[in-house]
């Protein structure tokens, strides 16, 4: 443990002197790893360690939240006393405070390598996509990894402890044309180390984000108009992460803000489409053990067959609304308290197979990579990048189009969906929300929306 049982006793008990309902330390030690490479050079290559604890006191629907940098018994006593003082409910005193037994999730046994190991990685993955040809203008390559070892405790008896290592390892591929210049972006992430990042898989991300580059140089502008899209697996779950697993928060519930509010027990999709959040799923980047309040992870059925079954939880806003934790309480660092946050969200499989979705399909756009895009989660209205993008004519593909957006309303889009694939693509990503980031992933099969206004040239 980060710390002894008896120091995160005595803390807790200080933190609780001044009234409230719940107390809680979340300690953690956290070794990153980070290496750039640009205009086919190594830029940066950074390591770094970060630790400290911060410490948060519920009391009725207020919250106090104190961090620090000094892991002593005293520095962490007086960032208890602060937070209760702050609470002033009262003179309580302090309180006896005794935890349950710890649940200590295993290490995970990964290959962490040396640095060069991991300059190796990125130099791989640029000459692999300077390869594809002339026209390659640019290659940035960055590799990040971190291990993060938490502990916490509350006043509740829970105490656990965790420890997370995840990679990543991001291409952006510039190629040009005259004065025509288009991008390609490929992303790996992943709870492993280098493990994650074989020689063949390294070369296949670089020569996958190339041939993206160039592939747009030579596509036609996207037209514009309502249409039927289909969207690849391989696309990831952007769509479900942004349009409707914000909206499935409890804190933006709690607040009014989601369109589903309210709506529990109710039909808010196609009875095709179910919602599931599942931290548990084997090395995938957002899996995790526990959450950051302690409880352990669980898999979360959102969204069964259309029908809205549940939000996602922390303790904080499960006190409120009288639920329990679904585990889902994450934060940053010990610099942030734990909000609702996503792990990996994804839609669940159907039983078609996506070559007949596009047959079946007589006109419209098919989708195989997502780019940026914004979301308003009290409407659900959105606005999307298409980053990779095709033409579906009489039932096929033919060619390949830039310059697409998707724009329309979540809830209406998933009600819409009337064809669901038998397979499914992950993808990775930083969320952010309330000015912290954490680590997702979101996936989907292939699907087919009958209608959504696209965004291109007329």
Same mark, same amino acid.
């Given at each position: 443990?980060?710390?002894?049982?008896?120091?995160?006793?005595?803390?807790?008990?200080?933190?609780l002197?001044?009234?409230?309902?719940?107390?809680?330390?979340?300690?953690?030690?956290?070794?990153?790893?980070?290496?750039s490479?640009?205009?086919?050079?190594?830029e940066k290559?950074?390591?770094?360690?970060?630790?400290?604890?911060?410490?948060?006191?519920?009391?009725?629907?207020?919250?106090?939240?104190?961090?620090?940098?000094?892991?002593?018994?005293?520095g962490?006593k007086?960032?208890?006393?602060?937070? #209760? %003082? $702050?609470?002033? @409910?009262?003179? &309580?005193?302090?309180?006896? !405070? =005794?935890?349950?037994?710890?649940?200590?999730?295993?290490?995970?046994?990964?290959?962490?390598g040396?640095?060069?190991?991991?300059?190796?990685?990125? #130099? %791989? $993955?640029?000459? @692999?996509?300077? &390869?594809?040809?002339?026209? !390659? =203008?640019?290659?940035?390559?960055?590799?990040?990894?971190?291990e993060?070892?938490?502990?916490?405790?509350?006043?509740n008896?829970?105490?656990?402890t965790?420890?997370?290592?995840?990679?990543?390892?991001?291409?952006?591929?510039?190629?040009?044309?005259?004065?025509?210049?288009?991008?390609?972006?490929?992303?790996?992430?992943?709870?492993q180390?280098?493990?994650?990042?074989?020689v063949?898989?390294?070369?296949?991300?670089?020569?996958?984000?190339?041939?993206?580059?160039?592939?747009?140089?030579?596509?036609?502008?996207?037209?514009?108009?309502?249409?039927?899209?289909v969207?690849?697996?391989?696309a990831?779950?952007?769509?479900?992460?942004?349009?409707?697993?914000?909206?499935?928060?409890?804190?933006?519930?709690?607040?009014?803000?989601?369109?589903y509010?309210?709506k529990?027990?109710?039909?808010?999709?196609?009875?095709?489409?179910?919602?599931i959040?599942?931290?548990?799923?084997?090395?995938?980047?957002?899996?995790?053990?526990c959450?950051?309040?302690?409880?352990?992870?669980?898999?979360?059925?959102?969204?069964?067959?259309?029908?809205?079954?549940?939000?996602?939880?922390?303790?904080?806003?499960?006190?409120?609304?009288?639920?329990?934790?679904?585990?889902?309480?994450?934060?940053?660092?010990?610099?942030?308290?734990?909000?609702?946050?996503?792990?990996?969200?994804?839609?669940?499989?159907?039983?078609?197979?996506?070559?007949?979705?596009?047959?079946?399909?007589?006109?419209?756009?098919?989708?195989?990579?997502?780019?940026?895009?914004?979301?308003?989660?009290?409407?659900?209205?959105f606005?999307?990048?298409?980053?990779?993008?095709?033409?579906?004519?009489?039932?096929?593909?033919?060619?390949?189009?830039?310059?697409a957006?998707?724009?329309?309303?979540?809830?209406?889009?998933?009600?819409a969906?009337?064809?669901?694939?038998?397979?499914?693509?992950?993808?990775?990503?930083?969320?952010?929300?309330?000015?912290?980031?954490?680590?997702?992933?979101?996936?989907?099969?292939?699907?087919?929306?009958?209608?959504?206004?696209?965004?291109?040239?007329?």
């Amino acid at each position: 443990m980060l710390l002894t049982r008896s120091d995160v006793e005595v803390i807790l008990g200080e933190a609780l002197a001044g009234g409230g309902d719940l107390a809680e330390i979340f300690v953690e030690r956290r070794r990153t790893n980070t290496i750039s490479l640009e205009g086919e050079r190594i830029e940066k290559v950074n390591s770094g360690l970060d630790q400290g604890a911060g410490i948060r006191l519920l009391a009725g629907e207020s919250s106090i939240y104190v961090f620090t940098n000094d892991l002593s018994l005293a520095g962490l006593k007086t960032a208890a006393q602060t937070a #209760a %003082a $702050a609470l002033a @409910e009262g003179k &309580a005193g302090r309180r006896l !405070i =005794r935890l349950g037994s710890a649940d200590d999730a295993p290490p995970p046994p990964v290959r962490k390598g040396d640095m060069r190991d991991k300059v190796a990685i990125v #130099a %791989a $993955a640029e000459k @692999e996509a300077r &390869a594809a040809g002339d026209a !390659i =203008r640019q290659v940035m390559v960055s590799y990040g990894d971190n291990e993060q070892e938490i502990l916490v405790a509350n006043t509740n008896g829970r105490v656990a402890t965790d420890r997370r290592y995840r990679t990543t390892l991001v291409i952006n591929v510039v190629a040009g044309d005259g004065s025509n210049v288009q991008t390609g972006y490929e992303s790996l992430g992943g709870t492993q180390g280098l493990e994650l990042l074989s020689v063949d898989k390294v070369r296949e991300l670089g020569a996958r984000a190339a041939r993206r580059a160039l592939l747009l140089l030579r596509a036609r502008p996207a037209p514009a108009g309502r249409m039927a899209v289909v969207m690849a697996g391989e696309a990831g779950g952007t769509m479900i992460h942004e349009a409707c697993g914000h909206g499935l928060e409890a804190d933006i519930v709690g607040k009014e803000m989601s369109v589903y509010a309210g709506k529990l027990g109710q039909r808010v999709a196609s009875e095709l489409v179910t919602v599931i959040d599942d931290p548990t799923l084997p090395g995938k980047y957002g899996s995790y053990s526990c959450d950051d309040e302690g409880t352990p992870a669980q898999k979360t059925v959102l969204i069964e067959n259309g029908i809205l079954k549940t939000y996602m939880y922390d303790l904080e806003w499960a006190r409120r609304q009288g639920k329990s934790s679904t585990g889902n309480g994450r934060r940053q660092s010990f610099h942030f308290p734990p909000i609702p946050r996503m792990s990996n969200t994804y839609l669940a499989p159907g039983d078609v197979h996506p070559e007949e979705i596009i047959a079946r399909t007589e006109r419209g756009l098919l989708v195989k990579r997502m780019g940026g895009g914004q979301v308003n989660p009290t409407t659900g209205d959105f606005v999307f990048e298409v980053a990779e993008g095709y033409l579906i004519e009489r039932g096929k593909i033919t060619v390949p189009v830039r310059g697409a957006t998707l724009s329309g309303n979540g809830p209406q889009a998933l009600m819409a969906v009337d064809l669901v694939g038998n397979d499914l693509g992950f993808a990775i990503g930083t969320c952010g929300k309330d000015g912290q980031g954490v680590p997702v992933s979101d996936a989907q099969p292939t699907i087919r929306i009958p209608e959504l206004v696209v965004g291109g040239l007329l």
